[in-house]
């Protein structure tokens, strides 16, 4: 392999490292394992250094306009290819839970894409735009919450803002 394939299969890897040790801090919390979460957090944040440095080293970050172009293709590849397979194959081996995450997660990553587009499209206007984030589907929208997700139901407390 190159240094190239070595740099993504290693972002890769951080990332998913990431991801898993944010969800296992949110267990220990629920737990009330304060201590083990902070070390959870502490381990996150430190893959995410780890994954910025490979995508560095990679020429993976570029221009703002270049990051929302590559944003766009891949969130749209996932909402017209990838999910609509993953959907299909949960259907037919009647797996539910995995059909809901699919089929959320399909749904806001076509959001996702607008939402990139609208940035895009508007790059260098800089109008202040606070976003809202459903914590249960991932629904992701402009300037205020809505009372009821349009992706799942969840109430609008389940919302949180990202600053």
């Given at each position: 392999?190159?240094?190239?394939?070595?740099?993504?299969?290693?972002?890769?890897?951080?990332?998913?490292?990431?991801?898993?040790?944010?969800?296992?801090?949110?267990?220990?919390?629920?737990?009330?394992?304060?201590?083990?979460?902070?070390?959870?957090?502490?381990?996150?944040?430190?893959?995410?250094?780890?994954?910025?440095?490979?995508?560095?080293?990679?020429?993976?970050?570029?221009?703002?306009?270049?990051?929302?172009?590559?944003?766009?293709?891949?969130?749209?590849?996932?909402?017209?290819?990838?999910?609509?397979?993953?959907?299909?194959?949960?259907?037919?081996?009647?797996?539910?839970?995995a059909l809901w995450?699919?089929?959320?997660a399909n749904k806001?990553?076509?959001?996702?894409?607008?939402?990139?587009?609208?940035?895009?499209?508007?790059?260098?206007?800089?109008?202040?735009?606070?976003?809202?984030?459903?914590?249960?589907?991932?629904?992701?929208?402009?300037?205020?919450?809505?009372?009821?997700?349009?992706?799942?139901?969840?109430?609008?407390?389940?919302?949180?803002?990202?600053?």
């Amino acid at each position: 392999m190159s240094t190239k394939e070595n740099l993504k299969e290693a972002f890769t890897g951080e990332s998913e490292a990431n991801r898993k040790y944010l969800a296992f801090a949110k267990k220990a919390e629920e737990e009330g394992f304060l201590q083990v979460a902070r070390l959870f957090k502490a381990a996150a944040y430190a893959e995410t250094v780890h994954a910025h440095n490979h995508m560095h080293f990679m020429g993976a970050i570029n221009s703002t306009e270049e990051n929302l172009k590559v944003a766009i293709d891949g969130e749209v590849a996932e909402f017209k290819e990838m999910y609509p397979v993953m959907i299909e194959q949960a259907k037919e081996e009647d797996e539910e839970g995995a059909l809901w995450s699919f089929d959320v997660a399909n749904k806001v990553e076509e959001i996702h894409a607008g939402l990139y587009q609208k940035a895009l499209d508007n790059l260098g206007e800089n109008v202040e735009t606070f976003y809202y984030v459903c914590n249960f589907c991932g629904n992701t929208v402009e300037k205020e919450a809505p009372e009821i997700c349009s992706v799942c139901g969840a109430p609008k407390k389940e919302f949180k803002k990202i600053e």
